[in-house]
Nanobody
Framework: VQLQASGGGLVQPGASLRVSCTFS????????MAWFRQAPGKERDFVGG????????SYADSVKGRFTISRDNSKNTVYLQMNNLRPEDTAVYYC???????????????????WGQGTQVTVSS
């Protein structure tokens, strides 16, 4: 499995941005997908995740109502739509995948065994 993240960039506060993660491998539908982010000097934090079984995605409280995670199984791609961006959203955004994760562990970075290379999102005026 290989994950390729793209779509990051420099935007102003209040703007929107969509980052994408393309999955290369077998049976994308069997994988739970998530986005994490890491700001300089900080730990990697959970942003949003969607379990392979479907259902309601899970989000960090800091992005709830602003960010939306979705997947297109026909394109082997997971998206993170980010609206009303704030300077504190500045970070490297990583996508992650796991075929064995249970729903209660969706937010734990240690539960994922495949990671993308990250894409930089900078929110600044």
């Amino acid at each position: 499995v290989q994950l390729q993240a793209s779509g990051g960039g420099l935007v102003q506060p209040g703007a929107s941005l969509r980052v994408s993660c393309t999955f290369s491998g077998y049976n994308f539908r069997a994988y739970s997908m998530a986005w994490f982010r890491q700001a300089p000097g900080k730990e990697r934090d959970f942003v949003g995740g969607i379990h392979r079984s479907g259902g309601t995605p899970s989000y960090a409280d800091s992005v709830k109502g602003r960010f939306t995670i979705s997947r297109d199984n026909s394109k082997n791609t997971v998206y993170l739509q980010m609206n009303n961006l704030r300077p504190e959203d500045t970070a490297v955004y990583y996508c992650a995948a796991s075929s064995t994760i249970i729903l209660s562990s969706l937010r734990m970075s240690s539960s994922y065994n495949y990671w993308g290379q990250g894409t930089q999102v900078t929110v600044s005026s």
